[in-house]
């Protein structure tokens, strides 16, 4: 069983930037692939970014490559987001997803969820 608490969202302006967090329980953290997704109102859950816990290859959506950077401390069972350049349209609340399986964690069928953060990018 792996618990998920996501932190560090907040208010910010156009060109800002945010680190969010994602704390997890559970010794088997180092063997977990992670990851963000987000959900603007109105819209379905969508991928932002995954990374493996093999190797540390990271993945990210086409509409935040080069701003957002993922990364994990595996000996603080914490994987971080680094947004930079936000923009208004990166307004939604920020999901964090643990999988022992880097595709689950890709494709939105992570077995454990945080309850999420709200980030808001005002123009």
């Known amino acids: 069983q792996v618990q998920v608490v996501e932190s560090g969202g907040g208010l910010v302006q156009a060109g800002g930037s945010l680190k969010l967090s994602c704390a997890a329980s559970?010794?088997?953290?180092?063997?977990?692939?992670m990851g963000w997704f987000r959900q603007a109102p109105g819209k379905a859950r969508e991928f932002v970014a995954a990374?493996?816990?093999?190797?540390?290859?990271?993945y990210y959506a086409d509409s935040v490559k080069g701003r957002f950077t993922i990364s994990r401390e595996n000996a603080k069972n914490t994987v971080y987001l680094q947004m930079d350049s936000l923009k208004p349209e990166d307004t939604a609340v920020y999901y964090c997803?643990?999988?022992?399986?880097?595709?689950?964690?890709?494709?939105?069928?992570?077995?454990?969820w945080g309850q999420g953060t709200q980030v808001t990018v005002s123009s």
């Open positions: 997803a643990a999988d022992p399986r880097l595709s689950a964690v890709r494709t939105g069928a992570s077995a454990y």
């Open positions: 559970g010794r088997t953290f180092s063997s977990y692939a």
């Open positions: 990374i493996s816990w093999s190797d540390g290859s990271t």
